[in-house]
């Protein structure tokens, strides 16, 4: 947070891909609230398999509610040249993935109000299956990542979706969007390579839009 903070200029945003907290509690949640609000810039969190649905919607900005009349937490943050969208992954059953009809069909409604409007997605759970991680595939069933597929299908104002939960670094692909995966912040849950200097300095990710050239990304080591 530091780090961040000290950037010049000020990211215009910063987005948490859930497991804000281990556990849901909500105890665990004040203290992480009341941290992250020290962040210059605003914040929002997409909610991982750790989180607390609830708290995280009444606790962090959610920008517009996608699916207010369910439980997901959906959201799109409008205000800025790329359009923000927060996916809700989250499993009922298993730590794992998943993304039912209502979700997709929450997803669809939203890329088709406009579709022109470049668009990032932000979700917990990584839609590719990676090779080297103990999971491969990090969602329930390929079902859920075929939903998600079918929705994304065709939306090529649809630029990159960015994702938590697999602790490492990695790339992928669905319908075609270029994804990637996070290196956890914290050095003792971290898996994969990372970059010279970083094994005992937390990780980010920075990512910087221009509308002619699209997303670069960078893996920042907060010294
Ligand atoms: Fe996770």
Redesign the pocket.
Known sequence: MDDINRLDPLPDVVFHT??LVHNGNAAKYQIAARILGGLRCPLHVAV???DDRAIIRSTFAAGRDLLSDTPFVQFSVDRYPVRLIALDTLSETT?MGEFCDIRANGLRAALAEDGAKPTALFM??PPFEICESKYRWQFDSLDGIERLRQALEGQSHVLRAFC??AHRYAEGKIAGVPVTSTPSVAIDLRLGTVPDGAQSAPLYQIHRFDARSGFTSEIRVAP
């Open positions: 859930g497991d991982g398999n750790r730590n917990h759970h938590g939960h």
